[in-house]
């Protein structure tokens, strides 16, 4: 697996900035295509995989479930509602990512909210998370049916996680919030690794489960609402990266949350190399492919839990 991921960090940018058109040939730095449109686009897509990843492994461990995913349960809904709500205003700039970031940790409290209220347990709370996001997609659509033709256009191909709509002057803005919420999880991982053993248990090792999922929801919120700012929303990276990565290595959640930002950022990079290549000259919208793979990958990965509580 480590052999896999460093040629793979050293292959797949090649590739990337290597490829066009369905064809390879060696990237000459000096060209404007390059360095102005794939290289930027690139280093979102990395960033945005890292991100999306980290935060699905800390959104497992707060809701002790490995199906959460931030697109699933409504986090990434929460930050796209913002951001759509935003485009509308006609903002932009850092209200962006500051707006994603406010909707995605909105939603994720409200998330915890409701599930501590309908004391629906572990279930409950991916219930919720389903219903918020719904809520959050039903705003979305209102919002854009009232807009005019110039927003739903532009939002129309955001909604579908489009790489190729990253704009530069927001790529390190967004990439910061980013990165600061993928550090903030980090931070947390021991607390996280306690909350998977349940509340009393957490408790009696000393940790202060409020304080951990506000800074987990945070931290998520943070890394969501950065990549879905950059990108828009794509789902399914953040349940299936940390969740392969589980079976092969376990582990520490703090080691889970970096490998799975470290894969993740591959993922990404390698499906969005492939949505630009595969259909040429169209550029179809990377959160369409990884939608192609995630739901066979949430089929199996329930079907396991599923066989694994009834062997219990």
């Known amino acids: 697996m480590w052999a896999g991921l460093i040629a793979a960090s050293l292959g797949l940018p090649w590739l990337a900035l290597s490829s066009s058109a369905g064809h390879l040939a060696w990237p000459d730095l000096a060209d404007p295509l390059v360095t102005q449109l794939r290289l930027p686009r690139i280093v979102a897509a990395l960033g945005v995989g890292a991100a999306l990843a980290a935060s699905g492994a800390a959104l497992q461990a707060l809701f002790r479930n490995p199906l959460a995913d931030p697109g699933l349960i409504g986090t990434s809904g929460g930050a796209a509602l913002a951001v759509i709500a935003v485009l509308a205003l006609g903002l932009a700039g850092l209200s962006l990512p500051l707006a994603a970031f406010g909707g995605g940790l909105a939603a994720t ?20 998370g389903l219903v918020v996001g719904a809520f959050c997609g039903a705003v979305s659509s209102l919002i854009l049916f009232l ?10 191909s955001w909604l579908a996680g489009n790489l190729g709509a990253a ?26 690794d306690c909350l998977l053993l349940g509340e009393e248990s957490a408790r009696s090792l000393g940790v202060n489960t409020v304080r951990t999922r506000r ?6 919120a943070l890394a969501t609402g950065g990549a879905v700012a950059l990108s828009g929303v794509i789902g399914f990276v953040g349940m299936m990266i940390p969740n392969a990565l589980a079976l092969l290595v376990g ?45 066979p990958f949430f089929i199996w ?7 694994s509580a009834n062997h219990a």
Do not use: E, H, Y
Request: hydrophobic share 60%.
């Open 251 to 295: 582990g520490c959640r703090r080691k889970l949350i970096l490998l799975s930002a470290w894969a993740g950022a591959l993922f990404l990079l390698a499906v969005d190399t492939l949505a630009r290549n595969i259909a040429w000259p169209l550029d179809l919208p990377v959160g369409l492919m990884a939608a192609f793979a995630g739901p």
């Open 167 to 192: 704009q530069p002057d927001r790529l390190w803005p967004c990439l910061l919030i980013a990165g600061l919420g993928v550090a903030l999880l980090c931070a947390i991982g021991r607390d996280l």
């Open 301 to 307: 990965l329930f079907r396991r839990q599923q066989g």
């Open 215 to 220: 800074l987990a929801a945070a931290g998520a």
């Open 109 to 128: 409290w409200l998330i915890l909210l409701l599930a501590r209220l309908a004391k629906g347990g572990l279930a409950g709370l991916l219930l919720m």
């Open 147 to 156: 807009s005019d033709d110039l927003t739903l256009r532009a939002a129309s």
